[in-house]
């Protein structure tokens, strides 16, 4: 399984970030797996923003809940992610990830991971 990010690398404060997750040799819609957005600011660890499941359902982070959606493209097998009303705090390296469980913060809770794409909230 392959994932890969892609989204613009700057985002003015205010606006809105949208990254996109493509997946090469598996399928989104495949049994009890979650689809994960996660992030690590600089200096920090990582942080999970929320998932979609193989069913379609969407988990969200309780902290980040009121300004993230995540949707899905099951005929382009990529689930995106959207965060509202940045500010420089959402800084981050943004991953995509595979696993099987919801809510997890370390590399080792995830099968499989895109590289990771650097989003920059500047203005």
């Known amino acids: 399984v392959q994932l890969q990010e892609s989204g613009p690398g700057l985002v003015k404060p205010s606006q809105t970030l949208s990254l996109t997750c493509t997946v090469s040799?598996?399928?989104?819609?495949?049994?009890?797996?979650?689809w994960n957005w996660i992030r690590q600011p600089p200096g920090k660890e990582l942080e999970w923003i929320g998932a979609?499941?193989?069913?379609?359902?969407?988990y969200y982070s309780p902290a980040l809940k009121s300004r993230t959606s995540i949707s899905r493209d099951t005929s382009n097998n990529q689930f995106s992610l959207q965060l509202n009303s940045v500010t420089p705090e959402d800084t981050a390296v943004y991953y995509c990830?595979?696993?099987?469980?919801?809510?997890?913060?370390?590399?080792?809770?995830?099968?499989?991971w895109g590289h990771g794409t650097q989003v920059t909230v500047s203005s």
């Open positions: 990830a595979r696993g099987q469980g919801l809510g997890g913060s370390s590399w080792s809770e995830y099968d499989y």
């Open positions: 979609i499941a193989s069913s379609g359902s969407t």
């Open positions: 040799d598996g399928s989104i819609t495949a049994n009890y797996y979650y």
